[in-house]
Nanobody, 125 residues
Framework: QVQLVESGGGLAQAGGSLRLSCAAS????????MGWVRQAPGKEREFVAG????????RYADAVKGRFTISRDNAKNTVYLQMNSLKPEDTAGYYC??????????????????WGQGTQVTVSS
C-alpha cells in the first residue's frame, strides 16, 4: 500500500503561485495514476487534476485549466501541482490521491483509492 504526504501549501495572494508536492512511500508510484482533489469548507470534494502512470496523459478541471499543471517524477516518487494565477476561489484543502494500475486518468474523487492527509492553500484577494 502506498502512503502519500503532501507539502507546499500556504498563503498566497491572488495572482500568485504555489507548487504542491506529493511524496510517496511504501510502493513505487510507477504503478499508480495520480491526481489532486480539493475540498473547501462546506463544499464537496472536487477533482482538480490527474496524470497517468507514465505521465503521458493529463486531465484538468475546467476551473483550473490553463492555470494549474500536474507533473510527476517517478524516479523521485513524487507528483507536483504547479498553481499559477491563483484566485480566492482556489482556497481549499488539497489532497493527493492514487489509483493502482490504471492507465486512464481518473477525473472524479471516487476513482482514487489512496489519499494523503492534505495541505491547506489559502488565497487572499
Amino acid at each position: 500500500q502506498v502512503q502519500l504526504v503532501e507539502s507546499g501549501g500556504g498563503l498566497a495572494q491572488a495572482g500568485g503561485s504555489l507548487r504542491l508536492s506529493c511524496a510517496a512511500s511504501g510502493r513505487t508510484l510507477r504503478s499508480y495514476g495520480m491526481g489532486w482533489v480539493r475540498q473547501a469548507p462546506g463544499k464537496e470534494r472536487e477533482f482538480v487534476a490527474g496524470i497517468s502512470w507514465s505521465g503521458g496523459s493529463t486531465r484538468y478541471a475546467d476551473a483550473v485549466k490553463g492555470r494549474f499543471t500536474i507533473s510527476r517524477d517517478n524516479a523521485k516518487n513524487t507528483v507536483y501541482l504547479q498553481m499559477n494565477s491563483l484566485k480566492p476561489e482556489d482556497t481549499a484543502g488539497y489532497y493527493c490521491a492514487a489509483r493502482f494500475l490504471q492507465s486512464i486518468v481518473g477525473v472524479t474523487p471516487e476513482e482514487y483509492d489512496y489519499w494523503g492527509q492534505g495541505t491547506q492553500v489559502t488565497v487572499s484577494s
